[in-house]
């Protein structure tokens, strides 16, 4: 299709969209006072909504934490039917070896 017919019926139906979608009515009622088909109508609309995906770039928002994560004393992990209680100051290298233990029997 020639492209300056496709860009024309883009803007024809961007028309026909917003007039659909600001009257209210339902795709069949709206479809028939108009002489299109429900078909019509799914179809631009469907591409319509492609070609603004397509030409959407993310939005990245600020986020502020209002307050910092609360340290807790310990923490529990459960491996299997065991569980761990480890502190502040644990030593990470026994704490490999307990779990890969643990794990075997599991």
């Not at 026909?16 to 179809?43: D, P």
């Not at 490999?96 to 794990?103: E, H, K, N, P, S």
Request: net charge positive; glycine share 2%.
């Amino acid at each position: 299709m020639d492209s300056k017919l496709e860009m024309n019926l883009q803007a024809i139906w961007s028309e026909r969209i917003a007039a659909y979608q600001a009257s209210g009515q339902t795709m069949k009622a709206w479809c028939a006072e108009q002489n299109l088909t429900v078909h019509q109508l799914k179809y631009w609309l469907y591409k319509a909504q492609r070609q603004t995906r397509a030409v959407s770039t993310p939005t990245f928002r600020p986020v502020a934490v209002a307050s910092p994560p609360r340290m807790t004393e310990y923490l529990h992990v459960q491996v299997g039917v065991a569980r761990i209680e480890i502190q502040p100051g644990f030593e990470p290298k026994l704490l490999r070896d307990v779990v890969a233990a643990l794990t075997s029997l599991c």
